[in-house]
């Protein structure tokens, strides 16, 4: 079940499982946490992801052998209770069109829906924070209704804008700047997601929850949205 | 006072030790590529050893001192010149109001580390001087920019012993850790990777070094995606190597073969293109024993 290896001169990973599960991301949360109170004398960082820790110690303090000992104690003593205390509900108000919206269109006719119909299956659902990085702030949200999910693009685009929301398989996410990527674009944010708000650091962490809403185009303009 | 920067080069950078405790934000290491020329060019003004320097890779810069200040110039061997006369690297210097500091083109080495007494002053962003041009965070050197410092006079001459002077012409051997998924790679896989010599391709950055050679021939190439350590070796599709630097994505989900020893990155930040690499098995407690002898002397422990 969990699993502790070599990741690094400095740095050990920890796996608390083999395939993404929706328990997973509090639960890992909540070990940092532990970790955290527990060597916060050892402890450079911290990077969370699907199912693992990647934990980056100080080796003037503490040796690979001696440090994973005491992880792996922790571990075992552990309780995961996979409480949602101290997990927050984030709202994102989203633009779902055929101008901001790139991919939508080609989407619709896939999946044989209207417009409504599609809206309502994105922003219907509470998506959960599974993982942070790729670039800042970017964050992986699933899981994506079967009806809507579709592929990465065959050939990744160029130039997506900052603000768009886009669908990988059963993963969504908003791009917060400007990037290259291939993920179908569905619809844009006015929230500015981007490093530029440096409170935008601490906006998701991982075993968060996503809800994103419909607004107009009207909205979306009046809120500074661009098209 | 501060530099004036007269010519930005093709790639000059503040960068410090480094942005830790932000990687579950997203945000990637950064920091100096070459740790070992760092470590010196701070050594050598009594700086602190995280302060910030500019790392100049390749040349084209040319900055004016606006007051008296003590530097030192380490790593690369970038033509450094003081008022258009060979200058001294390696070594402190002091600096008088009005000198033109120039580095024109890469005669050993691609990245020189520019330390001024005290530290450059650029604005700390996310607990670090260090710009990260993948996350827009900072920029690069530009003309007119003025790069603040203490003015600073100082009695002391201190150098590096010429032996202790790396050659970075030298072939390099990247000692690896067998981390993250060494193990599931087979042993003809791990073979191929260790028995053959790899050149550096024109695709690397700061984010990461691509290497050329014998493909690894793989079956599953995508897993769920996970934390990368700085030097994580991973195999792309194409069977190929890919050494994740310091400004690499925070996580990835390519199947990593080990990760390299960070001293060994040092020296590999000075090769260029076309350089020839190979790989060699190396132990986590010597590695820890090398690096902790390292931190010791500098001071970073």
Redesign the interface.
């Known amino acids: 079940m969990h699993k502790i ?7 050990i ?1 920890i796996y608390f499982g083999s ?2 599960d929706s328990a997973l991301p509090k639960n890992i949360a909540n070990f ?1 946490n532990a970790l955290k109170a527990e060597f916060s004398q050892l402890i ?11 934990v ?1 110690y100080d ?3 503490v ?2 052998l001696t440090f994973s000992a005491e992880v792996q104690n922790l571990l075992t003593n552990f309780e995961f209770s996979n409480t949602t205390e101290d997990s927050n509900l984030i709202y994102i108000p989203v633009y779902y069109g055929f101008e901001s919206g790139l991919d939508l269109e080609r989407l619709l006719a896939e999946k044989n829906l209207n417009l409504d119909e599609f809206i309502k299956i994105h922003s219907d659902k509470e998506y959960l924070v599974y ?8 964050t ?1 949200l699933g899981e994506v209704d079967i009806r809507i999910q579709a592929p990465r693009l065959a050939t990744p685009r160029i130039k997506i804008p900052a603000g768009s929301v886009g669908i990988a398989d059963s993963q969504t996410a908003v791009y917060p ?1 400007d990037s290259s990527g291939g993920w179908n674009i569905i619809g844009r944010t006015v929230q500015d997601l ?2 530029k708000n ?1 409170d935008n ?2 906006k998701f ?2 075993g968060d929850r996503v809800k994103f809403y419909s607004i107009t185009r009207e909205e979306f303009i009046e809120h500074g949205g661009q098209l | 006072m501060s530099f004036k920067v007269i010519k930005p080069g093709f790639l000059a950078t503040i960068q410090d030790y480094g942005r830790f405790t932000h990687g579950a934000h997203g945000l990637s290491q950064s920091g100096v590529m070459d740790e070992h020329a760092y470590g010196w060019a701070n050594h050598l003004l009594e700086n602190s050893p995280t302060d910030a320097v500019l790392e100049i890779t390749f040349g084209g810069v040319e900055l004016q001192a606006l007051d008296d200040c003590a530097i030192s110039v380490c790593g690369a061997d970038l033509d450094f010149k003081v008022n258009n006369q060979t200058a001294l690297s390696w070594h402190s210097v002091q600096i008088q109001k009005g000198d033109v500091l120039s580095w024109t083109l890469p005669k050993h080495g691609i990245r020189a580390y520019l330390a001024v007494k005290g530290g450059f002053d650029t604005e700390v962003l996310f607990d670090s001087r260090s710009v990260n041009l993948r996350e827009n965070i900072g920029s690069k050197l530009k003309a007119d920019e003025m790069l603040i410092c203490d003015s600073s006079n100082i009695e002391f001459d201190h150098f590096i012993a010429p032996q202790y002077i790396p050659n970075y012409d030298k072939d390099i051997v990247l000692r690896l850790l067998p981390s993250y998924q060494y193990h599931q790679f087979s042993k003809a896989q791990r073979v191929l990777f260790f028995n053959q010599t790899y050149t550096i391709s024109n695709a690397n950055d700061r984010a990461g070094c691509r290497l050329n050679g014998v493909p690894i021939a793989i079956e599953k190439s995508k897993m769920i995606s996970e934390g990368m350590s700085y030097g994580s070796v991973e195999i792309a599709t194409d069977g190929l190597p890919i050494v994740l630097l310091k400004d690499a994505p925070t996580i990835g989900g390519y199947p990593k073969i080990g990760t390299v020893f960070s001293l060994d990155l040092a020296k590999l930040a000075q090769k260029q293109p076309h350089a020839k690499v190979r790989f060699e098995l190396m132990d986590i407690h010597q590695a820890q024993k090398q690096r902790l002898k390292f931190n010791q002397f500098f001071g970073l422990d």
């Open positions: 290896i070599l990741a690094g001169e400095d740095s990973l395939k993404i940092a450079i960082d911290l990077t969370p992801s699907y199912t693992s820790l990647l980056h080796l003037s303090k040796n690979y993982a942070i990085g790729f670039s800042p702030v970017f992986f700047t981007s490093l440096p650091l601490n962490k991982t």
